[in-house]
């Protein structure tokens, strides 16, 4: 089965709207001869992608996606996203969770990620202190 994502409405937001404006506005942001006040205007119209990420676009599952690392990535965004105490960040954070498991899920940027996270995963990492996540931000088991 193919993932959801591949049908001709979801492909033309995600192509035409969403693609198409984070590169233009990446280009802008990235840009040393751009403004303070043009790379602050395109962050804004970054940010007006988070409601069609989170509304116009189906959120992604595991019935409606066919990866298996997208079958992971939404398993862990289902126990990070819960336990997130932020009502600011949460809206944000979930579109840009999301657009990663799509993106994952159709493009070919799959490998790359897969490469990356088997990276992060043989890495070594110190242990978290005390405290760490915040409680008043995070609610750990």
């Not at 395109?42 to 079958?71: C, F, G």
């Amino acid at each position: 089965m193919k993932s959801i994502y591949y049908k001709q409405p979801h492909q033309e937001l995600l192509v035409k709207k969403v693609k198409a404006t984070i590169n233009k506005e990446s280009a802008v942001l990235f840009n040393p001869a751009s403004s303070k006040i043009e790379k602050v205007r395109a962050v804004y119209r970054m940010a007006k992608l988070v409601p069609v990420i989170n509304d116009e676009l189906p959120e992604p599952t595991v019935k409606n996606t066919r990866q298996e690392i997208s079958h992971t990535l939404i398993g862990i965004r289902d126990r990070f996203l819960p336990r997130l105490m932020m009502p600011s960040r949460f809206i944000f954070l979930k579109a840009i969770i999301n657009l990663a498991i799509i993106i994952v899920d159709t493009d070919f940027y799959r490998p790359f990620v897969l490469w990356w996270l088997l990276e992060v995963k043989k890495a070594s990492w110190p242990e978290l202190g005390p405290h760490q996540p915040d409680p008043h931000f995070f609610k750990d088991d």
